[in-house]
């Protein structure tokens, strides 16, 4: 149980991250640089190299964030700057090995179906909020991959038409009111009437981490702007459980781990009042991941082993 069975990596829109994997998702050595943003050749360059240092000739799983498709090619990573991007052809000719390429929220999904908060749940879904808002849907203990690898997109799920403009260029996405980006936004835009009493008034970089630290030390406001962003979330939850009627519901990534008792209980009562028949039905629980930021890397690991097999 204590060896390695495969290297997981998670390349995030600023950090890259490869580790030595073992079975049951314990994380035994790792390696860390900076994203080369906008820069392919770069950024196969550091996985490579990562991966290399780590040794050996485990199996290796990438979990990224963008579009990938079922050969993993990554079609379109807005946040790391790549189009296109035939990510596991190229890793695994240098490589000299099987290389198996996913949405990184998928696989975080994955991970935490097979070793986190997930593993009682044949039906599961899950939402990351970070720089943007990720998903994964696990239906019936297998994850849901859709007919071009592209499933899963559920920060793109419209909350509010004609809503606040969203990374992807439409309006109104759930990840333009509910990402640790969102949650600074709201705090700006409300800190503009000179009424509203913060500290936050103070902080230079206002941003999702700032306001959830103010409200773990007393902050009212950023309270509230925290349990604003989880009403908006419960929003979307219910329509992802009308849509597919999950056992659990898994809230992570690295703005959400912090301010969840903020956020979640704001969105169990606005998903609580939108679902279909919620009085006369279970509803799913909601709770924060257990593989904190590894999620992503762990899931992708896991499921090199399984390509692999
Ligand atoms: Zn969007």
Not at 232 to 240: H, I, N, T
Request: glycine share 16%.
């Amino acid at each position: 149980v204590s060896e390695p069975v495969a290297i997981g990596v998670d390349v995030g829109g600023t950090k890259l991250v490869a580790a030595t994997v073992t079975r049951d998702g314990r994380v035994l050595e790792r390696r860390r640089k900076r994203t080369p943003a906008g820069r392919a050749d770069l950024l196969v360059d550091t996985v490579d190299r990562l991966v290399a240092d780590l040794g050996g000739t485990l199996p290796v799983g990438v979990g990224i964030a963008g579009l990938v498709d079922a050969g993993g090619v990554v079609r379109y990573g807005p946040n790391i700057g790549v189009r296109d991007l035939p990510l596991a052809d190229e890793l695994s000719q240098r490589l000299g090995r099987e290389v198996t390429v996913g949405n990184d929220a998928t696989t975080a999904a994955w991970g935490e179906y097979l070793v986190g908060a997930a593993t009682a749940a044949r039906d599961a879904v899950m939402l990351t909020l970070g720089t943007g808002v990720g998903g994964g849907v696990i239906v019936g203990g297998r994850l849901l991959e859709g007919a071009h690898g592209f499933g899963g997109e559920l920060g793109h799920v419209i909350v509010q038409e004609a809503g606040r403009p969203c990374p992807c260029g439409n309006l109104g996405c759930l990840e333009a009111y509910a990402s640790g980006t969102a949650i600074g936004l709201t705090a700006r835009e409300r800190l503009v009437n000179r009424d509203i009493t913060s500290s936050l008034r103070d902080v230079d970089e206002l941003d999702g981490k700032a306001v959830t630290s103010a409200a773990l030390a007393g902050d009212d406001f950023a309270a509230e702007v925290l349990r604003d962003a989880g009403t908006w979330l419960g929003v979307g939850l219910a329509s992802l459980v009308n849509v597919l009627d999950p056992e659990l519901i898994v809230v992570g990534g690295g703005a959400a781990i912090q301010a969840g008792p903020f956020v979640i209980p704001a969105a169990v009562a606005a998903m609580r009042e939108r679902v279909l028949g919620h009085d006369v039905r279970g509803l799913p629980d909601v709770v924060p991941a257990t593989l904190s930021d590894d999620a992503g890397m762990i899931g992708a690991a896991l499921r090199a082993v399984e390509a692999a097999a």
